[in-house]
């Protein structure tokens, strides 16, 4: 009987033991899970790593889009690795960040590179991670060892959902129209203030030859 409790104390105290070190997959991400825009209009997201409880080295990614409704604007690297790089592609945008010297890694989680796109035609459609283990050309995370294994984690890479509307003709003229009248405001303001100098103006003077009539 003892031995029975024994074993079960001991298999108990493995499993804590397992659970607490349970290894956590490296990852990519972005920052939100939608944008809605119109045409015309640009959203902007984040590629976001998770390195896990890793050490790595550098990242490969590949994000494909539908180009015949978004068009991509520019692709900006983030803080997270020191060197970042893109090559767009028709459909495909590819991103790399890489430590700068050999030796160094990172850990933890952070942002790649920021994504601007602009709404080309109305519909739906999804940024979503290219992640295929059996292919070369593929999204990685390399893992700060002798080989560089990729850690990324497939199963773990959700989409972006983009919706854009048709948009309102005369909704967006209006918003034109007031963005190119904006230094007219500035304008505007400092006629109002000569105005107001000119009637103080107005005031002394008339006070002026009240006194001197006196």
């Known amino acids: 009987m003892k031995k029975i409790i024994y074993n079960a104390v001991i298999g108990a105290a493995l499993f804590i033991a397992v659970s607490g070190f ?24 984040t590629v976001d790593i998770d390195a896990g409880t890793d ?11 539908d180009d015949d409704l ?7 690297g983030v803080d997270y690795f020191p060197i970042v790089g893109n090559t767009p592609e028709t459909s495909r945008l590819y991103i790399y960040g890489v ?5 160094e890694y990172k850990t933890g989680t952070g942002s790649v590179a920021t994504l601007v796109f602009k709404g080309v035609a109305e519909g739906e459609t999804d940024l ?11 999204s990685k995370i390399a893992k700060n060892d002798i080989n560089a294994s990729n850690i990324i984690d497939c199963s773990k890479l959700e989409v972006h959902t983009v919706t854009i509307g048709a948009g309102n003709t005369s909704t967006s003229s209006s918003t034109k129209e007031t963005t190119s009248s904006l230094p007219e405001s500035g304008t505007y303001d400092m006629m109002v203030q000569y105005a ?7 005031l002394l003077g008339a006070v002026l030859r009240m006194t001197v009539r006196v």
């Open 196 to 202: 107001l100098m000119g009637g103080i103006l107005l």
């Open 99 to 103: 430590v700068a010297n050999q030796g």
């Open 128 to 138: 979503t991670f290219d992640c295929d283990l059996s292919k070369t050309d593929t």
């Open 55 to 65: 050490q790595i080295a550098g990242t490969d990614i590949y994000v494909s889009y």
């Open 22 to 45: 349970s290894v956590h997959a490296a990852s990519l991400e972005f920052d939100s899970a939608s944008s809605a825009i119109e045409v015309d209009e640009t959203f902007t997201v």
């Open 70 to 76: 978004l068009d991509l604007q520019s692709v900006t």
